[in-house]
């Protein structure tokens, strides 16, 4: 990515994000971090971990990998997107969705924040969502 970064290369990460995500493979995504990354997300509070912050790329990339392994068709859309002024931050809202055991389909709804490093790569990640909310079921009207 370059930076100030544009609506094409946003379109760009995400699709990239989208096919590493329905793979269940995060790491055809890391050419898109920072080897620096911090990563954050309220997740960790949910598997019982001390913090909310992850630093390195490694770290960042095993957990997100850790958070897919055993999901079945998983479907990752960038449902919306913005890109502060500057083009250094960038928003998208996903909508994440996955077969969970006795074949119902259940979506996360969140947002993730990105930060970019001067070389245009992620150097932070930010998840929003609510950990104790409820997965909704992406068939539901106004899911």
Aim: aromatic residues 12%; negative net charge; contains cysteine.
């Amino acid at each position: 990515m370059k930076i100030p970064l544009t609506t094409d290369g946003l379109a760009q990460q995400e699709a990239i994000f989208r096919e590493s995500y329905e793979k269940g493979d995060i790491y055809l995504a890391r050419a898109l971090y920072h080897p620096d990354l911090v990563y954050l997300s309220p997740t960790f509070r949910i598997i019982d971990r001390p913090s909310w912050i992850m630093t390195g790329i490694e770290a960042g990339l095993d957990f997100i990998q850790a958070t897919l392994t055993g999901l079945q068709n998983i479907r990752y859309e960038a449902v919306g997107s913005a890109i502060a002024p500057g083009g250094r931050t960038a928003f998208a809202q996903i909508h994440f969705d996955w077969e969970a055991q006795g074949g119902e389909r259940v979506r996360s709804n969140y947002v993730s924040l990105y930060r970019y490093h001067d070389d245009g790569r992620i150097c932070q990640q930010e998840i929003y969502y609510d950990p104790d909310g409820v997965l909704s079921d992406p068939g539901a009207r106004g899911s």
